[in-house]
């Protein structure tokens, strides 16, 4: 991993990402025209949105994804998408189509994976090759996992570089037991900009087991972070990086 801020607290975790986020964004549109993001869900997202929407981001210029959906409708208050769209989406000026959702409620989660797929290509892939995220917004689950990459699953470990978005099975380790739509690491790999968001005690154990610990990728889907191609930042507040 190739950066680690550490700031004192939640608020500054957040208000260290939001400059991150705008400084990505703002070099992507300088360079290409447009950035290419992908939001987190989890607990950090709320802190993370409220200072976003303070920042003289590049709105009008932004295309906008999910790093992973739970399997419920937009309504349902454990919705990623629902929780950006009240946060977020509601208190900025965004047209519909700069807002790629991944449909929690599709009744075949796999056909949903495949249509957000391509979606993903048509949106952010290269002239005819494979699709390179601008930044990706990442929180850190207690288990060791990133996106909806859950620890001890099998897929986890795979990347996905064809696949780009895959259903998941409910995690039983971690709440909410929901069946997930994730992107996969390959686009966590080859992205410009990763932050992590880290916050917390509870999770000081983890994050120095996603940064430090022998390689596992099955065991702890975070250590994806050490085969990034691109700039990788981690916020951490003192207590989560306490163990670094
Ligand atoms: C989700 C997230 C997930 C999250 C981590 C950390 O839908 O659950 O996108 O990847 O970032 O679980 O979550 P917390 O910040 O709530 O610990």
Redesign the pocket.
């Known amino acids: 991993m190739s950066e680690v801020a550490v700031v004192r607290d939640a608020a500054e975790v957040a208000q260290a990402a939001g400059e991150l986020c705008l400084e990505a964004c703002a070099g992507a549109v300088a360079a290409r025209g447009k950035a290419l993001i992908a939001l987190?869900?989890?607990?950090?997202?709320k802190p993370l949105f409220n200072d976003l929407v303070r920042r003289p981001l590049p709105w009008a210029r932004l295309q906008i994804f999910f790093?992973?959906?739970?399997a419920v409708s937009v309504a349902d208050p454990l919705s990623?998408f629902g929780l950006a769209q009240r946060e977020l989406f509601s208190r900025v000026q965004l047209a519909p189509a700069q807002i790629h959702a991944l449909r929690g409620d599709a009744a075949d989660l796999d056909a949903e994976a495949a249509r957000a797929a391509a979606e993903l290509r048509t949106v952010a892939g290269q002239k005819g090759g494979p699709p390179r995220l601008d930044l990706v917004l990442?929180?850190?689950?207690?288990d060791g996992?990133?996106?909806?990459l859950f620890a001890g699953v099998a897929s986890s470990a795979d990347r996905g570089d064809a696949e780009l978005v895959r259903r998941v099975a409910a995690p039983l380790s971690?709440e909410p037991h929901l069946e997930?739509l994730t992107l996969t690491p390959f686009l966590v790999v080859t992205a410009r900009t990763v932050v992590l968001?880290v916050t917390g005690e509870k999770?000081a154990d983890v994050l120095s087991r996603a940064m430090r610990g022998a390689e596992d990728l099955q065991g702890c889907p975070a250590q994806w972070l050490r085969h990034a191609a691109g700039r990788v930042v981690v916020v951490a507040d003192e207590a989560a990086a306490s163990r670094l």
């Open positions: 987190t869900g989890g607990s950090t997202a790093t992973d959906e739970r990623n990442l929180g850190l689950g207690p996992h990133i996106l909806s971690v997930r968001q999770k």
